[in-house]
């Protein structure tokens, strides 16, 4: 019962076309604070799901403020993981939500953030197995962001700690697994290739260029990727649901970077 559980949910935030996927995270309160975009959480949700997002993921207090009760609806990935930008710890992520919990609240998903090469990766990996036994027992998709950042990390974005990232989600147990994008679509295929799940891609940092967002997205699809995680560079895009709808275009329709970039004229 708990397989055909986990079929359901997972197209609730994959498409099941394609199974690619477009997700927004919005649980960025916790970490930096109430920043421009996520400031309404009920505003910032309608603008993604207006432009065909397949879900969100926030933390378990903001699950109702953003509450669908009409418009386009949209899956719901609850995250796990905790730590602030005020701690002299700020990779080493914390339990905050369980995958019960998380079931209760009418979660399609949860999310769990790990740092590899972190002084605390042992206790985040400890945490990334309870919780994957968790998610396997109750049917629930588990999304794994991993990130190669600590003391022995010289280049985060660099393709050789990017593709083990990927690994170590795989062995784990998740079932899609976010990771930094290593900057071409040639690099990025060792990520995909090394991976036995789906892969897709953090935002990074904020840019400034539509082109850059895009041009990223096309690369990671042309790689093999699976989609998008992309959080502040469409939040606090100036139009998020015309972004949406052109990374839409390139995941789902596998359009071109030109032909995406008109939508957002």
């Known amino acids: 019962m708990t397989i055909i559980g986990k079929h359901i949910r997972m197209e609730r935030i994959m498409d ?13 309160g916790v970490s930096v604070g109430p920043i421009d975009g996520i400031i309404n959480i009920k505003e910032s949700v309608d603008k993604v799901a207006a432009g065909g997002a397949n879900a969100i993921i926030e933390h378990k207090g903001l699950v109702g403020a953003g ?13 796990l993981s905790a730590s602030t930008s005020l701690s002299p710890y700020p990779h080493s992520k914390t339990l905050v939500c369980s995958v019960e919990e998380a079931l209760k609240l009418g979660a399609d998903a949860v999310s769990i953030h790990v740092n590899i090469g972190d002084g605390q990766e042992k206790e985040m ?17 588990l999304l794994a962001m991993v990130y190669p950042r600590g003391e022995k990390i010289k280049d985060e974005y660099d393709v050789s700690v990017v593709k083990h990232a990927a690994r170590v989600a795989s062995e784990m147990g998740a079932d899609i697994v976010k990771v930094s994008y290593t900057g071409s679509a040639q690099t990025f295929r060792e990520v ?3 991976s036995t799940i789906p892969v ?5 940092a904020k840019m400034d260029s539509d082109r850059d967002i895009l041009e990223m997205v096309r690369g990671s699809i042309d790689a093999g990727g699976a989609g998008v995680s992309i959080g502040r560079n469409v939040f606090q895009h100036k139009d998020p649901t015309k972004l949406v709808r052109a990374m839409a275009a390139i995941i789902f329709k596998d359009s071109p970077v030109d032909e ?6």
Request: charged letters at 25%.
């Open 260 to 265: 995406a970039l008109k939508i957002l004229e």
């Open 200 to 204: 897709v891609i953090a935002g990074g």
């Open 192 to 194: 995909v290739d090394g």
């Open 16 to 28: 099941r076309n394609t199974g690619k996927t477009l997700l927004v995270p919005l649980d960025h």
């Open 67 to 79: 509450h669908r009760k009409k418009g386009a609806d949209i899956g719901l990935i609850v995250h």
């Open 125 to 141: 990996l400890n945490d990334f197995g309870r919780v994957a036994y968790e998610a396997r027992t109750w049917g629930m998709p």
